[in-house]
């Protein structure tokens, strides 16, 4: 007979509890369950969110989560009772002399998550030094020290958090950290990666980010590699600047880097979903080997420890607003209404609009607010001056966000009214590459390629 402890049915009350409770099934338990139709499926019995009481979480065979409601449950059967841990034990880290110093920030997301089981999907709860210790293949190429940042999903990253990250980076470099790698979300790391290369000035050594597509505890997770390459790179690669370095593949035998203001999510599930747009990657990474695809970036040891410093500020008060047919107007009516600053907008094409909004930008143009233009195709540069509905929106005020991608553009855009400069000098610094955010001519073969 199965001896029930107080939190053997963790999370579960009411139905769901009692019809455990009948099985003698308590968390943790190898079970058959056999539904209403005859079906049956093996796995392991899950503790549930608090005050669950219609479903029974379950760990399948095949790794993956899922939620049974209890009314489609004809039976359980108690097979074995398993020896589960929740957590990746930790270990001591041994400071090795020899090797490099990397700092490791957790910024939240896939690459450091266990599964929600209320919905299936992954919730932030791995700590970096769990993450680490679940990948012991990085202690042989540095020391690593880990700084918990934010425990935060991908789509909950706001401006005020990149601040937050630029001022840490910046105070930990000023220690002596050989790189820095942080692990970041996949859905917005574009975003982060471009806030933080503006915002972060005279870096002496790489700052790399990386995320997973598949958390941790999925099979087939792309984490560990994702980790060991960046790790590689931040303590060995010789660009320093912002970075992201994820799959070149959809296997796990190598890595892109790529310029964290030339750097987009270009699939929403596959491993190798970055890819630099308009530009090649600065590296490639295989079987441990960095090849460079570049040659224009800034070195690592230009600048000592002691220069790099975070300009970090940002203008909350700038949108970036995607056209498509039937946009209605009073969005920028209402931005304007609402004391927007600032406005991305990203063009079809050359960098068009549909003519329902020449009025409401006239407006904005007048009202003192800054119209830039970026393409939503991406690979190509804006001209608002081959079609004449370009050129009429450059004769209202709109400025060509030259080759930018409208996120950095966006980016860059809310940094720079964050300062105290003029109009003019922030019309003058949108169109100065900066962190080689500008491309002006892209390499013939890198639409199609990014090798």
């Known amino acids: 007979m199965v001896r029930f402890l107080l939190d053997d049915l963790e999370g579960y009350v009411g139905k769901a509890a009692d019809f455990l409770r009948k ?8 079970i058959l369950i056999v539904f209403n139709d005859g079906t049956k499926l093996e796995g392991m019995l899950l503790p549930a969110p608090r005050d669950t009481d219609e479903y029974i979480y379950v760990k399948l065979n095949n790794g993956y989560n899922i939620a049974f409601s209890v009314n489609k449950i004809r039976e359980i059967v108690f097979i074995a009772k398993e020896e589960v841990k929740y957590k990746i034990p930790e ?51 540095a020391n690593i020290t880990t700084i918990t940042l934010f425990n935060i999903f991908s789509e909950d990253m706001q401006p005020k958090y990149w601040i937050e990250m630029a001022k840490r980076v910046a105070k930990e470099l000023r220690s002596g950290y050989t790189g820095v790698v942080i692990t970041h979300g996949t859905d917005t790391m574009q975003f982060s990666a471009a806030a933080l290369s503006f915002m972060l000035n005279n870096l002496p050594v790489p700052v790399v980010f990386t995320g997973a597509q598949r958390s941790s505890d999925r099979p087939a997770s792309d984490a560990a590699s994702n980790v060991i390459n960046s790790v590689l790179f931040a303590a060995h690669g010789e660009v320093a600047e912002v970075l992201v370095c994820m799959h070149a593949n959809l296997d796990d035998t190598s890595a892109l880097v790529h310029r964290g203001v030339r750097v987009r999510k270009m699939h929403s599930s596959r491993r190798d979903a970055f890819r630099t747009i308009g530009d090649h990657p600065v590296a490639y990474i295989r079987d441990g080997k960095i090849r460079y695809l570049k040659k224009d970036y800034q070195r690592r040891g230009l600048y000592s420890h002691s220069d790099v410093y975070a300009d970090a500020t940002f203008e909350e008060k700038v949108a970036l607003l995607y056209v498509f047919p039937g946009i209605n107007p009073e969005i920028i009516d209402f931005l304007i209404d609402k004391k927007y600053r600032g406005i991305i907008i990203a063009g079809t094409g050359l960098g068009h609009v549909p003519e329902t909004l020449l009025r409401p930008i006239q407006r904005g143009v007048e009202e003192g607010i800054l119209f830039f233009m970026a393409t939503q195709c991406l690979w190509g540069p804006v001209n608002l001056n081959v079609y004449e509905r370009g050129r009429v929106l450059r004769k209202l005020g709109v400025i060509p966000a030259d080759g930018m991608l409208p996120e950095v553009a966006y980016v860059k855009l809310g940094w720079l009214l964050g300062h105290d400069y003029t109009k003019e000098q922030v019309i003058t610094l949108m169109q100065t590459n900066l962190r080689y955010e500008i491309v002006k001519k892209e390499p013939l073969n890198a639409f199609f390629s990014n090798l």
């Open 23 to 30: 099985a003698k099934v308590p968390i943790w338990s190898r």
């Open 91 to 141: 270990r001591e880290l041994l400071h090795k002399p020899t090797l490099p110093n990397i700092l490791l920030i957790g910024a939240g997301g896939t690459i450091a998550s266990r599964v929600e089981y209320t919905t299936g999907a992954v919730k932030p709860a791995f700590s970096p030094t769990e993450l680490a210790n679940s990948i012991p293949e990085i202690f042989s190429i």
